[in-house]
């Protein structure tokens, strides 16, 4: 089962680049890898999703190597709204096999002004 | 605003009462979910339904029953809770159930306290 490993927590002045880096050694051919952000008291919101090299969109980068054991996600220039808990998911395409709702504990970024 | 709503949004109830959570979903999808977030803890899911049909089940207690009348809304039947079971609930819903690149569409939760 390819679950996943973030650093617990992460604190970062506002107005830098943030980069949480995901592990997921045993990532399948048909995964994907899904990015979430959930506040507290809140639902987690969906952030960006990738299969290889890079995507963008206009709230992050998501950087997958091309063994795609790994993934960052990139946040420019982060603001004090940024602190939140981050996830890193990888989804198999096909069964069910529950990985795309293992959420596990996610990364918690404080941003400090 | 995802499109996905719940209600009540904080619910205190007594070990021996019966309460309902409601979820609706706005977006057209076909599955829809319950989570369950307590303190600390990362997100556990519930239960999974696909076009109405309950497909996971992943071991709640059975003072936990689902109903999903249509692929639009879904309940969580609450009877007998326990402190433990105090939580945010979560509801989701997304286009597909069970394949890895659909994204989840998350409701504002249930704050549940159970005293």
């Known amino acids: 089962l390819a679950k996943t490993t973030q650093p617990i927590s992460m604190d970062s002045y506002e107005g830098q680049e943030v980069n949480i880096t995901c592990s997921h050694n045993n990532i399948a051919t048909n995964d994907y890898i899904t990015w979430y952000q959930q506040f507290p008291s809140q639902g987690p919101r969906f952030i960006i999703q990738g299969y290889k090299t890079k995507v963008t969109n206009e709230v992050a980068s998501l950087f997958i190597p091309a063994d795609r054991k790994s993934s960052t996600l990139s946040l420019p220039r982060v603001s004090l709204s940024d602190t939140a808990v981050y996830y890193c998911l990888v989804g198999d395409r096909g069964t069910n096999t529950g990985n795309q709702f293992y959420f596990g504990t996610g990364t918690s970024l404080t941003v400090i002004p | 605003e995802t499109g996905v709503t719940q209600t009540p949004r904080h619910l205190v109830m007594g070990m021996t009462n019966k309460k309902s959570l409601k979820c609706e979903q706005h977006?057209?999808?076909?599955?829809m979910y319950w989570y369950k977030q307590s303190a600390k803890k990362p997100l556990e899911l519930m239960f999974v339904?696909?076009?109405?049909?309950?497909?996971e089940n992943n071991s709640v207690p059975s003072r936990f029953s689902p109903e999903c009348p249509n692929s639009s809304h879904l309940f969580l039947h609450l009877h007998t809770l326990q402190p433990e079971d105090s939580a945010l609930y979560l509801c989701a819903s997304s286009q597909g159930a069970l394949r890895g690149f659909e994204t989840q569409y998350f409701g504002p939760g249930t704050r549940l306290l159970v005293l």
């Open positions: 339904y696909s076009l109405e049909e309950r497909v």
């Open positions: 977006l057209g999808h076909n599955a």
